[in-house]
């Protein structure tokens, strides 16, 4: 059983930052095993893919409309979301996932087998 825990989030004004963090455990395989991504969902909204990276840290993917502005990273048993200018657009509830078997930086959501809890993000205009 793997169990994905995320931290992070609130409320911040156009142009701020904030920093999603994110813990995979596993009784029978170690975190580093595991590509991991970043998904949000906005109301209404299907859930989108927002950046992954690959099981060993070495790959890294963005959606177009974070490109430059976030930086996906990990380290030890976390990975880390940081969110730079962000603007009102980015408000959503943001996932973070494992994937198996797939060890690339996906973004497809149908790679991703587990999944946090979610956490609000809102940015104000």
């Known amino acids: 059983q793997v169990h994905v825990v995320q931290s992070g989030g609130g409320l911040v004004q156009a142009g701020g930052s904030l920093r999603l963090s994110c813990a995979a455990s596993d009784s029978g395989r170690t975190f580093s095993n595991y590509a991991m991504g970043w998904f949000r969902q906005a109301p209404g909204n299907e859930r989108e893919f927002v950046s992954a990276i690959s099981w060993t840290g070495g790959d890294t993917n963005y959606a177009d409309s974070v490109k430059g502005r976030f930086t996906i990273s990990r380290e030890k048993n976390t990975v880390y979301l940081q969110m730079d200018s962000l603007k009102p657009e980015d408000t959503a509830i943001y996932y973070c996932?494992?994937?198996?078997?797939?060890?690339?930086?996906?973004?497809?959501?149908?790679?991703?087998?587990?999944w946090g809890q979610g956490t609000q993000v809102t940015v104000s205009s």
């Open positions: 996932a494992a994937a198996w078997p797939t060890i690339a930086a996906s973004s497809k959501l149908s790679d991703y087998r587990y």
